[in-house]
């Protein structure tokens, strides 16, 4: 029996959210504002379904099945783009969105 063949995973931050009243109220002193761990449009490359390096453990969490998901081939319905899903932090504080892109090599 083959081992399994996974496609490539492009994670791109797509927007970093600023929710300034949610953090006033309950961030302690001195936390930022957002998320200081990334660029808007930063990318990255997950290959066999791992965490990329230099990538968030918290935000991988959360969005490691869906990377797997993308990476067996499948498409999540409700997004318009075949091989993507677009994904949030679970970090209310610092919530952040990023763009998974399936890579499908063409020959």
């Given at each position: 029996?083959?081992?399994?063949?996974?496609?490539?995973?492009?994670?791109?931050?797509?927007?970093?959210?600023?929710?300034?009243?949610?953090?006033?109220?309950?961030?302690?002193?001195?936390?930022?504002?957002?998320?200081?761990?990334?660029?808007?449009?930063?990318?990255?490359?997950?290959?066999?379904?791992?965490?990329?390096?230099?990538?968030?453990?918290?935000?991988?969490?959360?969005?490691?099945?869906?990377?797997?998901?993308?990476?067996?081939?499948h498409d999540?319905?409700?997004?318009?783009?075949?091989?993507?899903?677009?994904?949030c932090c679970?970090?209310?504080?610092?919530?952040?969105?990023?763009?998974?892109e399936r890579?499908?090599?063409?020959?």
């Open positions: 029996m083959g081992a399994t063949k996974y496609y490539d995973i492009k994670i791109t931050v797509l927007k970093k959210l600023d929710v300034g009243d949610i953090h006033e109220k309950y961030a302690s002193e001195g936390v930022p504002t957002n998320c200081s761990k990334y660029k808007e449009g930063q990318e990255f490359i997950s290959k066999n379904c791992n965490k990329p390096e230099g990538f968030c453990s918290w935000a991988w969490a959360g969005l490691q099945d869906k990377v797997v998901y993308l990476a067996l081939g999540y319905p409700w997004v318009k783009q075949k091989g993507t899903e677009i994904f679970a970090d209310g504080l610092h919530p952040v969105l990023y763009k998974l890579i499908e090599l063409t020959s």
